[in-house]
């Protein structure tokens, strides 16, 4: 089945503690992005991937990293969480310029 | 200026009636239009894409582009209970998907 897998689906986590939100696509995409959705803000773009080892930022780049070491990966990395970080987090993949991208199903963080 | 704009206000709507949602754009270098629809607790869905000015039909979906004053819309006829989403416009440019900020509509029995 083609998808988006993203890990964990919920993460509790505390202020200064680092991690990772995996993110694994299965249909040889080269774009893959990562979003955060927040009430009354929408989807905001944070990092996108044209293919491996070519990444850039988006709209809130800012306390966040990203690898593109495999062309089926794309993990989203938060090296010192802070609260304002705390949002719903979407994985996305597509093929190069299509108008359909694939979403995975989510990650509700809370830095608390 | 964001490239896409939405009022994300919510709409109710008893079921039957026609739900009208619009968007405006900023960079006519964007082509592709696109509505996306996202159910509670799931990612966005693609709904319907145009390329052009126009319209575009699919069942009781109609995606509108207007390029001239920059207007993107949709329209649901006959809605039901299960067309109750939330609806994002995106477009496609400059090696970006931008999203608008959504609009949750809430169809009534």
């Known amino acids: 089945e083609a998808q988006v897998t993203q890990n964990p689906r919920y993460l509790i986590t505390v202020t200064g503690k680092k991690l990772t939100v995996t993110c694994s696509q299965n249909?040889?995409?080269?774009?893959m992005s990562w979003y955060r959705q927040d009430p009354g803000l929408g989807l905001r773009q944070i990092y996108y991937s044209m293919n491996v080892e070519v990444t850039d930022k988006g709209d809130v780049p800012e306390g966040y990293k990203v690898s593109r070491k495999e062309k089926r990966n794309f993990p989203l990395i938060l090296e010192s969480p802070s609260p304002n970080q705390t949002s719903l987090y979407f994985c996305a993949s597509s093929f190069w310029q299509s108008t359909e991208a694939f979403f995975g199903q989510g990650t509700r963080l809370t830095v608390v | 200026q964001k490239e896409v704009e939405q009022d994300p206000g919510p709409l109710s709507v008893p079921e039957g009636a026609i739900v009208s949602l619009n968007c405006t754009y900023s960079?006519?270098?964007?082509?592709?239009f696109m509505w996306y629809r996202q159910y509670s607790r799931k990612g966005p869905e693609l709904l319907m894409y145009t390329y052009s000015s126009g319209n575009k039909e699919d069942g009781r979906f109609t995606a509108q582009v207007d390029k001239s004053s920059k207007y993107i819309s949709l329209f649901i006829r006959d809605s039901q209970p299960s067309d109750s989403a939330t609806y994002l416009c995106a477009k496609r440019g400059n090696n970006r998907l931008a999203f608008g900020k959504g609009n949750q509509v809430v169809v009534i029995p």
């Open positions: 960079n006519s270098a964007f082509q592709y």
């Open positions: 249909m040889n995409h080269e774009y």
